[in-house]
């Protein structure tokens, strides 16, 4: 930058301030900003001294030893290895983050695809498209979530055919299952060279994503386009499939068999968590379809104008030019959205999902008696899901708000 | 519900945080009731039988009865009572944060419960143990015979533990399906949603005495479990420890010694029966101990009735009862082959 002779003059002439501490802006905002950590840090110590003291005094054991204790109850879901009376309150607690994390992130998944679909529909020039976009919009955004949990889990998965009548849903083969005690299906159990298939898979991937730039490549400079998707899709089944082959087919299948009471073997999915993820999956939807409508309309109409006029159908219009400029308004809402659909699944509690809420804020709660320690830890995790879903969409928020110009 | 629940639990909690301590110099119990004008006395979500609600909102049961027989031996009157509805989550610490001056609701007595949570159990009042009902149509006679079963259980209790314990004893490899709301589980037994139902008995017998069709089920034989039921005090005031459990006690001399709601005053007056007469404080001062009047046993007897008269309003055949037959079983008192047994008035 250039400084000019008269302005260093004036630099130099110009008194130097006074340094006054009891007026000073940094000083004071320093003093302002210790004061309140300071307060904070004295209040938290004091809640959690005097809740230590008052637990003593009414002689209620205090502490996390409870965590190495072995817990007598079952529970009928779990995606690790676990015995009543061989595993411990801490895997009690590690197998209720899990169940919570599974519901949640197939949901997330599910409604974020489901609320975008939802969301272009509602603009879709098909009147009767539009309008039961809108209707399914809003009957679901009208509803409590708990009502519709309920209404799923009562209403619908509790009705299925029993247990004897189970409905085969992959017409014969009985590999899947459905009867309302749940979702029964077929389950891999790989062999001795299964790892080399699921190397060529992985070599695939890397490939995929190698072509993908060439062919990005090769369009910026010739304009040639190349079928992506199609090749990729070709490749992915094809060289991984090949290898299986070669390798003689090395998976076994555990499948679903009717002993006794229940299906055995194979892998299970109850009822409530099916008529959770429906229920969280419609209703997140529903909200996100909205975020989304709202984010599409947030384009100028111009731009969708001026892609028609380049030549673009309108279906790649709405991929390469409106939903990318669309996602400035809607990755904010998103954040909380996804989020919700995390604390929302606390609900499970009321059609009896063994979530962390059900499993060790309820039972575990209940057998051991730490309640301060117990609600405390799930907080603290449904506060870590939380901020780390916030702290990567954000990052993600940043790189699409940069495309503004 | 649930909402109202959590309310609760982060009532409690918070209070523990911000609570001073509470001193041991502080009043008795007993004090602070008489200072208070009234008892508040803890039960949980209506159960019918144990604590239930009428048309009019007014609660009432065996358990409501106990509340009552405490409110009548401090003040002469069962209505100087308030009764608190606490979820099962935050029953313990709601007792000894002092919220409530006493729990008698359907609390299992454990060594756990007695010597962690800062409570002491008093004397039991219902004798009960866990059970399976199952449709009839399924042809099973006993629950040894529930192998790979799915068992439809309530959250938040020592059912779930016991059950637990039956499957790996008798290694049946049971499923539990567990939930908050005892309708959902209901719903969804009847659907067929699991083989089984379990709960305490005396809890099955209410849930079955209210389904459509009560005869397509059974109340399988086994007992899984001791569940004996008992009021509890905060752990730490021997007198207010003392009061209820011989309220208890009282409730079941009475019966054991004839004295009823409608004779009382007549044992009273003339009564030769040294026992009667000290109980009912016509003679001796049984009651300076307790730091009551000499007239607690006769004005409980007076207002609630005896053990006996209770179980048959609120748990046999009366007109609220739920139909628990009494005979055999070891709620009977002593003399008749039970279990129901209180050390004597002298």
């Known amino acids: 930058m250039a400084v000019t002779d008269s302005d260093k003059a004036s630099a130099h002439v110009k008194p130097k301030e006074r340094f006054d501490f009891f007026h000073d802006e940094r000083v004071r905002s320093v003093f302002y900003q210790l004061l309140t950590a300071c307060t904070v840090g004295w209040l938290a110590w004091y809640l959690i001294t005097n809740t230590a003291h008052n637990l003593e005094i009414r002689g209620m054991n205090t502490g996390f030893g409870f965590l190495t204790a072995t817990a007598g109850f079952d529970t009928d879901f779990k995606l690790i290895e676990y015995e009543p009376g061989i595993g411990t309150y801490g895997r009690i607690f590690l197998i209720g983050c899990l169940n919570t994390l599974l519901v949640s992130s197939f949901a997330i998944v599910a409604s974020t695809f489901l609320g ?60 899947l299952f459905i009867n309302n005690r749940g979702l ?31 062919a990005h490549k090769r369009q910026d400079e010739t304009g040639q386009q190349f079928p992506i998707f199609s090749a990729s899709v070709a490749l992915l089944i094809l060289v991984p499939g090949a290898v299986y082959l070669v390798t003689g087919s090395p998976l076994e299948w555990d499948l679903p068999t009717l002993q006794g009471f229940n299906f055995r073997g194979g892998f299970s999915l109850p009822p409530a968590f099916l008529a959770l993820l429906v229920s969280l999956t419609i209703y ?47 990755v904010p809402p998103l954040i909380s959205l996804w989020m919700n659909c995390v604390k929302n699944s606390s609900l499970a509690i009321a059609i009896g999902y063994s979530d962390i809420v059900a499993l060790f804020m309820q039972t575990a709660l209940n057998q051991a008696g730490y309640a301060v320690e117990m609600v405390g830890m799930t907080m603290a995790f449904y506060m870590f899901i939380s901020l780390s879903i916030s702290g990567l969409l954000n990052i993600y928020n940043k790189r699409v708000q940069l495309v503004e110009r | 519900m649930k909402f109202t629940r959590l309310l609760t639990l982060a009532v409690s909690a918070f209070a523990l945080m911000v609570a001073g301590g509470v001193g041991a110099s502080a009043e008795s119990t007993l004090d602070i009731v008489k200072k208070r004008g009234h008892l508040r006395c803890q039960v949980g979500a209506p ?75 008093t004397a039991i009042n219902f004798y009960d143990g866990q059970g399976f009902m199952v449709p009839k149509d399924t042809g099973i006679k006993s629950a040894l015979e529930l192998k790979g079963a799915t ?7 020592t059912t779930e533990l016991n059950l637990a314990d039956f499957s790996r004893v008798n290694n049946l490899d049971i499923s539990p399906v567990t939930f908050e709301d005892s309708n959902v589980r209901n719903d969804t037994y009847l659907a067929g949603g699991c083989d089984a139902l379990t709960n305490d008995k005396s809890s099955i017998a209410s849930i079955k005495a209210a389904f459509p069709n009560p005869d397509d089920h059974l109340l399988l034989p086994e007992t899984i479990s001791k569940e004996p039921l008992a009021p509890a005090v905060r752990q730490g005031d021997g007198q207010w420890f003392d009061i209820v459990k011989w309220t208890v006690y009282a409730l079941i001399n009475a019966e054991e010694l004839g004295v009823t709601q409608a004779n009382v005053d007549d044992m009273r007056a003339n009564s ?32 609630v009735g005896n053990y006996g008269e209770i179980y048959e309003r609120y748990m046999g055949g009366g007109e609220l009862g739920i139909k628990i037959g009494r005979a055999g079983s070891a709620n009977e008192l002593w003399t008749r082959g039970g279990l129901m047994y209180a050390p004597p008035f002298r």
């Open chain 1, 184 to 214: 029964y299906m077929a389950w891999p159990v790989p062999g001795d060279l299964f790892w080399m298939t699921t190397t060529a898979f992985v070599a695939t991937v890397v490939g995929v994503f190698l072509l993908r730039r060439w």
């Open chain 2, 272 to 303: 030769t029966n040294a026992s009667v007469r000290r109980m009912l404080g016509a003679e001796g001062n049984l009651n300076e101990g307790l730091g009551l009047s000499k007239d607690w046993a006769y004005n409980i007897i007076k207002q």
């Open chain 1, 284 to 330: 997140h939807a529903a909200h996100l379809a909205e975020s989304v409508r709202a984010g599409i309309l947030s384009v100028n109409k111009g731009q969708t104008e001026a892609a028609l006029a380049i030549g673009l159908k309108p279906g790649r219009a709405m991929a390469l030019i409106i939903i990318p400029q669309a996602m400035r308004a809607i």
């Open chain 2, 151 to 157: 068992v439809c259980v309530l959250t938040g209790t």
């Open chain 2, 47 to 121: 159960a019918p039988g144990f604590y239930n609600l009428d048309a009019n909102g007014e609660w009432y049961g065996s358990d409501v009865s106990i509340c009552q027989a405490v409110a009548a031996a401090i003040f002469g009157d069962k209505s100087k009572l308030e009764i608190q509805s606490v979820s099962s989550q935050v029953r313990f610490t709601a007792l000894a944060n002092g919220e409530s001056d006493l729990l008698s609701r359907t609390a299992t007595w454990t060594l756990l419960r007695d010597t962690q949570l800062g409570l002491d159990f």
């Open chain 1, 116 to 175: 975008f679909f939802v969301g272009v529909l509602r603009l879709s020039n098909n009147w009767l498209v539009a309008r039961l976009a809108l209707a399914f919009v809003e009957i679901i955004r009208n509803t409590p979530l708990l009502l519709q949990i309920i209404f799923w889990y009562v209403g619908v998965f509790a009705l299925l055919p029993r247990v004897k009548n189970s409905v085969d849903l992959s017409g014969g083969a009985e590999v």
